[in-house]
C-alpha cells in the first residue's frame, strides 16, 4: 500500500494516543474500502459510483452492504415489523449479519485477492447502538473480529441537509428508522431528526481514533467522486486488482 498523494484533497489526520483498533495484520492480498455517514449523507451514492468506474476498468472487487445476510435480514425485518426489538437484540441482530457475511464474503474476498467496498461497516453500529444507549465498550469488543478497512470514507453533512434529503425522499419514514423505539419524540420527522444528530455525533467522535477519511457531503457529486477516486489510488495499488492485460491503472 503506497503513501497518501500530497496533492489529495482529502486528508487524515492521525489520531492523538493509542487507536482503539490495532493496526491491520495485513495476512491478505485483499484491500477493504468502506463508507460511512449519516442517513442522507450521500455515502451510498459515492461508493456506488466509485464501483461502476471500477467495474468499467475491469478491476478484482466485491461489494457489499449493511444488513443484507440472507440468514438473518428476514429475522430482521420480523422483528421490527412487530416491533419487539430492544436496543440489545438489534445490535446482536446486525452483529450477526455482518458475522455471516464477514465469514462468507469480506474475508474470503480479501483473502482471494479482492478489492472489498462495504456501503457500512463495523462504524455504523458503533454509531447507531451508541445512539440507542449500547456500551461503546461492549460494542467494540462484540466486533473485535472485524477486519480493519484500509480506507473508511466519513462522509460528513450538516444534519438539516441530510434530514432534508432523506425527508423530501422518503414519504413515511420507518418506525426504527426514525428511533420511535427511543421515546425521542411522539413526532416521527422531529424524532428522526434527534436520534440523527446523535449518530452524528458519535461519527464525530470517531475522527480521529478510527482514522477516517472527512468528506464534505455537501460538495457536488462529481467533485466528491473525482476526490474519492484521487484518494483511493494514492491509497492503493489498483493493479494488483486489474485484469492481467491491463499496465497501468484508470485515469
Known sequence: MTGADSTSTATVELPRGTPQFLEPARSYPGALVVVEGIDGSGKSTQLYLLKRWLEIGGYRLHFTEWNSSPLVKSATRRGKQRRLLTPTTFSLLHAADFADRCERQILPLLHGGYLVLADRYVYTAFARDVARNCSPRWLRNLYRFAPIPDITFYFRAPLDVAVNRIMSGRPKLKYYEAGMDMNLSL??????????????????????????????????VNKLQKQMRQFVKSRIDLSRFAPKKMARRPR
Not at 422531529?190 to 455537501?218: C, H, K, P, W
Open 187 to 220: 413526532d416521527r420527522a422531529e424524532s428522526f431528526r434527534i436520534f440523527q444528530g446523535r449518530i452524528l455525533a458519535q461519527y464525530d467522535e470517531m475522527i480521529e481514533s478510527d482514522r477516517f477519511v472527512v468528506m464534505d457531503g455537501t460538495l457536488p
